[in-house]
């Protein structure tokens, strides 16, 4: 395993800055952003990796099936720009000949991630909503539709030699990031599709509560298509996606889940994926020089 | 079943005056948390819930039993401690005639509820911790510590007629407050002990998200001890622990929740347990009202 960085750890660095970061810190690989890709341009961005000898680990990220939960016409309409803007996804990382395409697979129907849930939602005292939901509270037809997203994306990413990387995200993110709550249940998803087309994500922020994950990591085996390494931070900040912190600044116990994953048979490089208000005000390259001693102090196993 | 009034959702009110509440709004049990009733007194408390003629449908809350996990002497004598304690609160619940003591079973030991992890924690750019930790990241341990603590308690339990109902809360509280997550974690603590003696709670805020929810309170079956039920809000506030919201305020769809309850055997009282700021500083009479309609319209299948 070999250390990897998602650019987002260093998110004022753009894709060439990042590049040169990795290099000058003797990195072999980086996980990239879409959006970041095509501030720097999608071609540029190959040149700039293959020219610097860097894997690209991943790519961040396709997903947001479930919108399709929607009734009726709204419905169907954002399904098929989910899957159109999926496929475009699936095609970048081709290009990029990224090791996976992590997928995060959305939240219910109709909420927007990190909006509220509106106005209108159960204000009315001793009646239920005034009007109907601007949202659906169908949580396993949600995980239907992501079913069935996969089953329109997998064989096109199959076709392009692109792996779909199940991420389940802790269950904060329900709501409005992922339905997709455990490992176990990433897996389970996974299963119908061959392994070079659909497998997962283990990042330590997202699972490490789960009282199956050893299991599951064991179970998981050769799916396991991507492994991102943060720690929880606690109490959580009040945006909570900025939770993830600097491996050592938390709670998580990393050697035995890197263990775990060795012993899964995980030979893919180890990313860390830092979203925190403090890393990101570092200087950069102090950034880098922390990450590369906390990885070998307390990821790594002894 | 029937509605029952968590006394922390009416958190201004008195035990006394919680109790008048339920009368004056025809419930028939009232959830009570130990520190109200130290305050108005048991026998006083007892004296007011038996005039009233309400069933005490759970008594909040024992646990806190994986401080046992800080290195030596001084964990065991948290482990001494907590034990003390939790027998205390198994008299109480005797006293009250209690349908159970709600166990919340503690988080990682040495993390305090709500507390952060302590300055010296991982602060020290490319280095480790720069002094050995305050708290322990042993989560499997810290399980460990709960089962052994049950196998304490759970005798003493059953021999005053009072069920020990182990409550899994949701995993943002992990660190702080239960290393139990899941209902079937909670559900496989419980099996080694007579049924009379250790049972499950399950409160919607907590498990709405999980996967294997429906399997798993089919499987709890009659280990149910407890249905507890509020909204989950989204976003949540800045406090995490004030997160729990009026029935129709937030995401859960409830119906099949109660249905999957009532079909697992469930007879018992149905436990209004909010944490709100808003609802807290709303008038508790009106609140009543609220939930008694919201129950009507969003809890109950149809």
């Not at 990042?18 to 072999?28: I, P, Q, Y």
């Not at 064989?155 to 904060?172: F, S, T």
Request: aromatic share 6%.
């Amino acid at each position: 395993m070999s250390l990897s960085l998602n650019q987002w750890t260093t998110r004022r660095w753009s894709v060439a800055e990042a590049v040169a970061g990795c290099v000058r810190h003797d990195l072999e690989a980086i996980g990239l952003w879409r959006q970041d890709v095509a501030e720097q341009g999608l071609a540029e961005t190959v040149k700039l990796v293959r020219a610097a000898g860097l894997r690209v680990s991943s790519l961040c990220r396709g997903g947001f099936l479930t919108a399709g939960g929607l009734p009726g016409e709204e419905g169907r309409r954002a399904f098929a720009e989910a899957l159109d803007d999926n496929r475009r996804a699936v095609d970048e990382a081709a290009e990029l000949g990224a090791a996976c395409l992590v997928m995060v697979v959305g939240g219910l129907p109709g909420v927007r991630p990190g909006e509220p849930l509106g106005e209108r939602i159960g204000r009315t005292p001793g009646e239920g909503p005034a009007e109907p939901s601007p949202f659906s509270r169908d949580l396993a037809g949600a995980r239907e539709r992501v079913a069935e997203g996969l089953a329109e994306l997998a064989p096109y990413a199959g076709e392009r030699g692109v792996k779909l990387a199940l991420e389940p995200l802790h269950p904060i993110y329900c709501p409005d990031r992922a339905v997709i709550s455990t490992l176990g249940q990433a897996l389970d998803l996974s299963l119908p599709f061959p392994q070079e087309q659909v497998g997962v994500v283990v990042d330590t922020f997202h699972v490490w509560w789960d009282p199956q994950l050893f299991e599951q990591i064991a179970r998981a085996g050769d799916r396991i298509a991507s492994y991102q390494v943060c720690d929880y931070l606690h109490p959580l900040p009040a945006d909570v996606l900025l939770g993830r912190g600097m491996m050592g600044d938390g709670v998580i116990d990393f050697r035995p889940i890197t263990r775990a994953v060795l012993e899964a048979g995980y030979r893919g490089d180890v990313e860390v994926e830092i979203f925190n208000a403090d890393v990101w005000a570092a200087d950069p390259d102090e950034v880098l020089a922390t990450m590369k001693a906390r990885y070998a102090d307390v990821v790594l196993p002894a």
